[in-house]
């Protein structure tokens, strides 16, 4: 059984809950797999934000249904990343806000709310961009939570994701505060697990893995339990979300270094207001340059996602691994090729001070020449939605954990791709043996190593 | 005072932009652009960095703060990036050129990047060395380009391809020292320059006519500069200049030293 229910202010102090950070609330989601199983009521609000209710008897939930039925109110739109329009703003020394105003109009044009997303294909240049998304997906993907009569689940992403993930992809539900490392900011268009070189966009069966698995050692539970027909359709939210949020911050970049977007709007001929109302224009006599250049930025984006199928990290087959080929990765990870305890530490031990941040921080500090403990420079960009800077550490690698898998294929890629948004940087692999390069065989040595690190004790 | 890394005696030449000179415009006659960028303001006393990793071989020579770099004779800001801004609203647009392709070579040298701004464009290759005796790695964070963040083993070299223009200066970082940092402009002209220790820099093979310019520091705002003496705002750090065949030296530009507050 699952419902969805209003949520008069009276109501929350009935189920008292513990509010965090939620100036209005919205909307509640019910979920209920059976009456063995107790009721968790969640409050969203516009940002994503809920409320931590405990559990209640079944009865009084039905009694509170029944008054707040009828009360029920949208999420009405995503919230704009205005920490992005910030960093712009101060990396390109111009105002935004027009900017930042005129690509609002722009994205809920082409991408919708979070209660009624679309996918816009209309501005598709071809046939596999355009069959990216399913529109069908989105749709049982977004909005409030609650099932059909064939027990056809809706409003996923809602129940399952938002709390940590928030409205838009930000990583910055409720939750979100509570954890280490921050959830995932998947407006950026950075995914850290995949098999696909660092550069490139995760493939669907990599974002369909992370929901099956998790990522032991970080907040992102398994979603094993979740039908997969579900799965597959937050799948398609994700990528949704990820690509409107990856647009955005570049466009609003555009704006500024293509559009001339200042403290002015630049006129119709550039506006992206006016962008928007394009449904579709075939030849650059139509529409403006505001619509031009937006439209190549989404089609670049939803492109890279197109890509990701072909750029799927080379693993040689794995030699034996043996005494030797640990002995050998061993030598090697304290050596000055691949130095990995120059992070690491001795044996995968950890303790090496190294004072770094992930690249979702760096944007608005280090990037900006901002030192993220300088709590002044950093306060309008906290203002403007930003999570508190946090020092990201080189995982310990004894008896660790692996958040993206700890099986010698993964490992092997995390080695010679890196891991995309943070320090972790790839190493260069030769055909023969030198002073400065590895092999394949010499790298897979070292997954030898240091999986035989994780049965050692911390 | 400020003070200078010991090797920043570098080649003007080397450091300003030559790679104009490769690519011919369709103007028969070019000009030079020639600013000199001053502090307005007492530079501060920024002291040699500490290393916190690898002191044993960072810690043998003094690894200076390259975040202002003012010469003590006569102000001159050193590493003040200027370039042909091309935008497609409110840009110069350029006649079509070839670019001709060119590897730059950035340093992992004495724990700290030479050059600290590489000067390169859409087509060209960064080839990352590393002459130190530990390892470094070089963070691209590219916005156009592929990020890329290799390992560089003590006496290995990397190629990095620039596919592709980005649309301003990209910054690059060593991970493992944290405090080694880089600039690199990668245009889809060759009308770039940075700044020497003088505070000079010059762009030659500029078609003649209304050109617009973009200003960037690693550090500093150059919103509100004084240009001459006269205070002058350059909205989104831009600035105009009616170039006419051979010099144009557009004096001196002083930047206040408020303009580096973040630092």
Same mark, same amino acid.
């Given at each position: ?51 931590? $209710? ?17 009360? =029920? ?7 704009? /990343? ?15 806000? /027009? ?31 355009? /069959?990216?998304? =399913? ?84 907040? $992102? ?77 989404? /089609? ?127 190493? $260069? ?30 | ?21 490769? %690519? ?42 390259? *975040? ?152 500093? %705002? ?10 002058? *705002? ?30």
């Amino acid at each position: 059984m699952r419902a969805s229910l209003a949520a008069p202010l009276f109501l929350r102090s009935l189920c008292g809950g513990t509010r965090i950070l939620s100036d209005s609330a919205v909307s509640i989601g019910l979920s209920v797999s059976g009456l063995r199983q107790s009721i968790r009521l969640v409050e969203i609000d516009s940002r994503g934000y809920a409320s931590v $209710m405990r559990c209640l008897p079944i009865p009084t939930v039905l009694i509170l249904c029944v008054l707040a039925a009828g009360c =029920d109110s949208a999420v009405e739109s995503f919230p704009p /990343n205005r920490v992005q329009a910030l960093v712009v703003e101060t990396s390109r020394g111009v105002s935004t806000e /027009n900017a930042a105003s005129d690509a609002t109009v722009l994205l809920k044009q082409w991408f919708g709310t979070p209660e009624s997303p679309r996918w816009p294909v209309e501005h598709f240049d071809t046939e596999p961009t355009k /069959n990216l998304v =399913d529109p069908d997906k989105l749709l049982r993907a977004s909005g409030r939570v609650y099932s059909d009569e064939a027990d056809q689940h809706f409003g996923l992403y809602r129940e399952h994701c938002v709390t940590c993930h928030g409205v838009s992809g930000g990583g910055d539900g409720p939750a979100s505060l509570l954890q280490n490392p921050y959830p995932r900011d998947l407006r950026a268009g950075v995914f850290k697990w995949k098999s696909t070189e660092r550069a490139a966009k995760p493939t669907r069966s990599d974002l369909m893995l992370i929901l099956e698995h998790g990522a032991p050692g970080s907040g $992102m539970p398994s979603f094993q339990n979740v039908a997969a027909e579900d799965l597959d359709a937050l799948v398609d939210y994700i990528i949704f979300l990820s690509v409107r949020g990856e647009f955005e911050r570049r466009l609003l970049y555009d704006a500024v270094d293509e559009l001339d977007y200042g403290a002015e709007s630049p006129g119709d001929d550039a506006s992206l207001t006016l962008a928007s109302s394009f449904t579709r224009v075939a030849s650059e006599e139509q529409g403006n340059d505001g619509y031009w250049v937006a439209r190549d930025r989404l /089609n670049r984006v939803v492109q890279s996602w197109i890509d990701a199928e072909g750029e799927v990290a080379e693993v040689p087959p794995q030699p034996e691994n043996d005494a030797a080929s640990v002995e050998r990765g061993r030598d090697l990870f304290h050596g000055q090729i691949a130095n990995c305890a120059g992070c690491h530490g001795k044996e995968g031990a950890g303790g090496v001070d190294i004072v770094d941040f992930d690249d979702w921080t760096k944007e608005f500090t280090t990037r900006l020449s901002i030192t993220p403990s300088d709590r002044d420079a950093v306060r309008p960009f906290r203002k403007a939605g930003a999570l508190r800077p946090r020092q990201i550490h080189p995982r310990k690698l004894a008896g660790g954990f692996y958040r993206g898998g700890g099986d010698g294929k993964t490992l092997y890629r995390r080695l010679t791709q890196g891991i995309a948004g943070t320090p972790m940087p790839s190493v $260069m692999v030769a055909e023969e043996p030198s002073p400065t390069t590895l092999t394949a065989s010499q790298v897979w040595d070292l997954v030898h190593y240091v999986q035989s690190l994780a049965e050692e004790k911390p | 005072m400020s003070r200078f890394p010991s090797l920043s005696t570098l080649c003007f030449a080397a450091t300003c932009l030559v790679v104009g000179l490769s %690519s011919a415009t369709s103007s028969a006659e070019t000009g030079t652009l020639r600013i000199k960028f001053t502090l307005k303001g007492d530079a501060k006393n920024l002291p040699p960095l500490k290393p916190n990793v690898d002191q044993a071989f960072c810690g043998k020579e003094q690894i200076p703060d390259e *975040s202002l770099l003012v010469n003590p004779e006569d102000n001159g800001i050193k590493n003040v990036i200027v370039y042909v801004y091309t935008g497609r609203r409110g840009g110069t647009k350029l006649p079509k050129m070839e670019l001709k392709a060119e590897t730059h070579i950035l340093a992992n040298e004495a724990c700290r990047f030479e050059p600290h701004v590489v000067i390169a464009k859409k087509g060209d290759t960064i080839k990352v060395t590393n002459p130190d005796k530990v390892g470094h790695n070089a963070n691209f964070s590219f916005l156009e380009n592929k990020p890329a963040n290799p390992t560089i083993p003590a006496g290995g070299e990397v190629e990095i391809e620039l596919k592709e223009a980005e649309p301003a200066p990209i910054p690059v970082a060593c991970n493992i020292h944290s405090w080694m940092k880089a600039q690199i402009v990668v245009m889809d002209h060759p009308f770039s320059a940075v700044s020497n220790e003088n505070g000079v820099l010059e762009i030659s093979g500029l078609p003649t006519g209304e050109i617009v310019f973009r200003a960037n520091h690693e550090t500093g %705002s150059l919103k509100d500069v004084v240009v001459n003496g006269k205070k002058t *705002s350059w909205r989104a750090s831009r600035f105009e200049m009616d170039i006419k065949p051979g010099m144009n030296d557009m004096g001196v530009v002083e930047i206040p030293l408020e303009a580096f507050d973040n630092n």
